[in-house]
Each structure stands twice: as C-alpha cells, then as structure tokens.
Antibody, heavy 121, light 109 residues
Framework: EMQLVESGGGLVQPGRSLRLSCEASGFTFDDYGMHWVRQAPGKGLEWVSGISWSSSNRVYAGSVRGRFTISRDNAKKSLYLQMNSVTTEDTALYYC??????????????WGRGTLVLVSS | EFVLTQSPATLALSPGARATLSCRASRSLDSTYLAWYQQKPGQAPRLLIYRASYRASGIPDRFSGSGSGTDFTLTISGLEPADFAVYYCHQYGDSPPYTFGQGTKLEIK
C-alpha cells in the first residue's frame, strides 16, 4: 500500500525554526516529484513547495520563499521541509503529497495525513 | 500567478440530486493542468479528476469534469451521502506557484 507519513510538527515560537519530515512507502520514491501543501485551521489548501525526483528543480510559494527549504533523501525515501523564521501565518496542518510525475509539476495523487505546526509565543 | 475562483462557496443539495461546481481561472489555462480534489472533515484531500476530465483510479463515474480556457466544472450526478464534503480545484503545470481554489462546501439540504 502506498503511504506517506509526516512528522516533526509541534509548537514553535515566532522567529524560530522547525523541520518537517515525510516518509514514503509502497512506491518507488525516487521516481516522483514531491510537494508540501498546508491548510490553516478552518481554511483552504495552500501549495507551499515542490521538488523534482533528482532535487534539481525546487519551487516555492511566494509566502515562504527565502524562509523555507525543501529537500529529499531518496535513499531514506524521505522528504523534508526546513522552516526558518516562522510567523503565526505559518500555523497550519502540513501535508506531504506525491506528484504524478517526476518533475514536480503535475497533480497530487497521494497525500499523507499531515503534521500540525502551531506558531505561538 | 493563476488565481482560481470557485463558486458557489457553499452548495446545499439533497441526496440523489446533481451538483455542479464551478472553478474559474484568472487567465486561460490549458485543461491538461486542472485537477479536482475532495476533502472530508479530518481527512487528507483525495484526487478525483485530473487533466480537467480524467477520473482518478477508483473514482465512481458519477463524478465528471469538464471545461476549457478559464471555466471548469465538476459535476456529481446522483449525490450519495459520502459525497458531502469540500471540493477544491487545483492548477499545476509549468507555471508555479501552483494554486488551489478556495473550495466549495457541498452540504446536505
């Protein structure tokens, strides 16, 4: 069974850092692009960042560019999101999502259950 | 950046009815790059439709997608209780940032 499991969320103070992880299973991880999508409490979906299978292409939403860094370790079948200089606007449930293709520019055909990030002093 | 505007924000219908959900793009979008997702409370989104009109694996044929240019539609025929959820359209492709519509909540009347 294909599965994505996020971890690393929690309570973090404004201005601090947090690293999210997503572990994949049940498919050939290094064949596919991957993404992070977030959902603030009671709000809609917001795409955050995507990375191609080889890490050669990384793209970001304007709201996180320069603060967040997406990365992956294909040997560990894992995706990461390094979140720096967080603000209360970053409070959300963060989903890991698998891209249909390898370049991180297609639709998302598998989602994890999410990890909650709460930014508060 | 593409802006996707969904309407209506909330749609109240009875089981067995037909639902028509709209997604309008701020500029013309290749239909290859439009998807729809369903999200139920406490769950992750689920892919329903990709390339505007192709059903994802395991999606019942009462779900259908159509449209081109700036106007896209998700139609659900013969609503079942499990269909009441929030629906999002999503644009992807070669023009990041990728964006979602704000969602349409389909609720039981």
């Amino acid at each position: 069974e294909m599965q994505l499991v996020e971890s690393g969320g929690g309570l973090v103070q404004p201005g601090r850092s947090l690293r999210l992880s997503c572990e994949a299973s049940g498919f050939t991880f290094d064949d596919y692009g991957m993404h992070w999508v977030r959902q603030a409490p009671g709000k809609g979906l917001e795409w955050v960042s995507g990375i191609s299978w080889s890490s050669s292409n990384r793209v970001y939403a304007g709201s996180v560019r320069g603060r967040f860094t997406i990365s992956r370790d294909n040997a560990k079948k894992s995706l990461y999101l390094q979140m720096n200089s967080v603000t209360t606007e970053d409070t959300a449930l963060y989903y890991c999502a698998k891209d249909f293709g390898s370049s991180a520019d297609w639709y998302f055909d598998l989602w994890g259950r999410g990890t909650l990030v709460l930014v508060s002093s | 950046e593409f802006v996707l505007t969904q309407s209506p924000a909330t749609l109240a219908l009875s089981p067995g009815a037909r639902a028509t959900l709209s997604c309008r793009a701020s500029r013309s979008l290749d239909s290859t790059y439009l998807a729809w997702y369903q999200q139920k409370p406490g769950q992750a989104p689920r892919l329903l439709i990709y390339r505007a009109s192709y059903r994802a694996s395991g999606i019942p044929d009462r779900f259908s997608g159509s449209g081109s240019g700036t106007d896209f539609t998700l139609t659900i025929s013969g609503l079942e209780p499990a269909d009441f959820a929030v629906y999002y359209c999503h644009q992807y492709g070669d023009s990041p940032p990728y964006t979602f519509g704000q969602g349409t909540k389909l609720e039981i009347k």
